[in-house]
């Protein structure tokens, strides 16, 4: 387990051996760090009240995530009720459609996060985007063939790229190390949940629509999850924060505390120096190997993650019809959300990184070798629950990304989208894993996620060996270079700390990487 962070907040501590006089703590709040916050017990009832404002104005995230994940993925559900019949798909024409979404939300992730890292307002970009991917996703619904699915298909990806990337470094903006693991998971919950959620509305509209003004069942599907996603955006402006220096709902010294958390946390301010211009960040990732190696961690389990895109088809083959399939498809999805609530909530709790995320991903690949080893309707369907769950380590390894590039903010918010934007190549492959000669038992495809999954976990083994012995450079004081070239973000978080500058750059040195 890693050792824990150094923070001014829980290391000091106001007693009667307090050399400073009454005057000088009056006067001087560098005397005491708490003094503006209305002393130590004042500044915890804040920073709760701060915490409690910020989680509930994130919960829009959560939602947003649900309706994001809806109106990727609804072609699967679509395809049960003559999706490909009635654009006339035939051969690998589906899996194109599926895969096509992923080369525009490559391309757009890193550009994107430049862009908000720049303009700082998450709470007007963000929705925007929102609402044009709705409108595309509305537009799904007119196609006749499939060059139109393949266009708004295409599109959608590209607008759809902003946001969880964004959202991502949205939170890493306002939450310290200690609190991202489990706001991740929140997050990453609108995804699980929208397996659920999604096939459940998914269920219903195919089921009740069908037909109505002339229109098929599928199309209504596009229809109204697209509406439903631009309503929310539009609900989202109004509530979403900025980042912690330009949000106007609070209160000037609930900002500062903000900034005051942040700057604690890692030693230095979460802001950009001037030297550090519009490509620094991306300059500073791609001489990182640390990002390629992360990327292609990712990848692994991004493939080995692809019989999420066919859970549907995976759940036909238990024999019921189109709509029980599409009921059965919620329950591993509520259980994946459960676990991974709890697992990345006892990954903050104890600082550790490693074992939360190769856990899930190992009962991931034993409910695969079920699968794969019998065509029994119980066995399978147990598969289904625990290869879901996998999910819970998927989502603690973005929480372990933040926590490895924690400064300057300009490369964690290059290295979030470049990280997430390549192994989005694993989802295209994954589109491909499952074809239906395949099928019905589809032992093959699941060979080839259990290979990944096995990849990924020694790929999380090397890099936990590798932060072990950066921690140990640290410790020995070898890497003091590092901590000299961010000497300017460090005399800022000595400002908004009030302390001296020797105190901000001797808890500089005291950070540590989570493993």
């Known amino acids: 387990m890693a050792p824990r962070?150094?923070?001014?907040?829980?290391?000091?501590?106001l007693d009667g051996q307090d050399k400073a006089t009454n005057e000088e703590l009056e006067h001087d709040y560098r005397g005491d760090p708490y003094a503006e916050f209305g002393g130590y017990e004042g500044r915890i009832a804040m920073e709760k009240k701060l915490l409690r404002k910020l989680d509930l104005r994130f919960l829009i995230l959560v939602i947003i995530y649900i309706l994001n994940y809806?109106?990727?993925?609804?072609?699967s559900a679509a395809r049960l009720r003559g999706l490909e019949a009635d654009l006339r798909l035939k051969g690998t024409e589906f899996a194109t459609l599926l895969s096509i979404l992923y080369v525009g939300y490559i391309i757009m992730q890193v550009p994107s996060n430049i862009f908000l890292n720049r303009i700082g307002k998450p709470s007007l970009y963000l929705p925007t985007c929102m609402v044009i991917w709705g409108m595309i996703s509305c537009l799904t619904g007119v196609t006749t063939n499939f060059t139109g699915a393949l266009l708004t298909r295409f599109f959608l990806g590209f607008v759809e790229a902003a946001f969880f990337p964004g959202a991502l470094f949205l939170l890493s903006k306002w939450y310290t190390r200690k609190e991202l693991g489990l706001r991740t998971c929140i997050l990453y919950c609108g995804n699980l949940s929208?397996?659920?959620?999604?096939?459940?509305?998914?269920a219903g509209i195919l089921d009740g629509m069908d037909?109505?003004?002339?229109h098929a069942a599928w199309r209504w599907l596009f229809y109204i999850e697209g509406s439903l996603t631009m309503f929310v955006a539009v609900c989202a402006i109004f509530i979403l924060p900025d980042f912690p220096s330009t949000t106007k709902w609070l209160s000037p010294i609930e900002r500062r505390l903000a900034e005051v958390r942040m700057a604690e946390d890692a030693g230095e301010s979460d802001?950009?120096?001037?030297?550090?211009?519009?490509?620094t960040g991306l300059i500073l990732a791609v001489k990182d190997w640390r990002v390629w190696f992360l990327s292609l961690t990712l990848t692994a389990q991004a493939v080995g993650l692809s019989f999420n895109a066919y859970f549907p088809t995976?759940?036909?083959?238990?024999?019921?019809s189109t709509t029980v399939t599409l009921l059965l498809c919620a329950p591993p999805w509520v259980f994946a959300t459960i676990v991974a609530f709890i697992n990345a909530r006892?990954?903050?709790?104890?600082?550790?990184?490693f074992f939360h995320v190769v856990g899930p991903l190992f009962l991931g690949m034993i409910?695969?070798?079920?699968?794969?080893?019998?065509?029994n309707t119980a066995a399978r369907y147990v598969g289904l629950f625990l290869q879901a769950q996998s999910y819970a380590g998927f989502i603690v390894f973005y929480s372990w990304i933040s926590n490895t590039f924690p400064r300057p903010p300009a490369k964690r918010a290059v290295a979030l989208a470049f990280i997430n934007a390549f192994s989005q190549l694993g989802n295209v492959a994954g589109s491909y894993v499952f074809p239906a000669n395949f099928g019905p038992t589809y032992r093959k495809s699941y060979g080839i996620t259990i290979s990944c999954f096995g990849a990924a976990i020694l790929m999380c083994l090397f890099f936990r060996q590798h932060l072990i012995s950066l921690n140990k450079r640290l410790d020995e004081g070898q890497d003091e270079n590092a901590v000299a070239t961010r000497k300017e973000a460090i005399k800022a978080a000595a400002e908004l700390e009030g302390i001296s500058d020797e105190e901000a750059m001797r808890r500089a040195k005291g950070f540590r990487y989570l493993y």
Do not use: P, Q, W, Y
């Open 5 to 13: 962070s150094i923070s001014s907040f829980t290391d000091v501590r």
């Open 70 to 75: 809806i109106d990727r993925n609804n072609a």
């Open 194 to 202: 929208s397996n659920a959620f999604g096939n459940l509305l998914a």
């Open 211 to 214: 037909g109505k003004l002339g």
């Open 271 to 279: 802001m950009d120096t001037k030297e550090e211009g519009v490509f």
């Open 314 to 320: 995976l759940t036909k083959t238990l024999g019921f």
């Open 346 to 353: 006892h990954a903050d709790k104890t600082g550790e990184r």
């Open 367 to 375: 409910g695969m070798v079920i699968s794969l080893a019998t065509m």
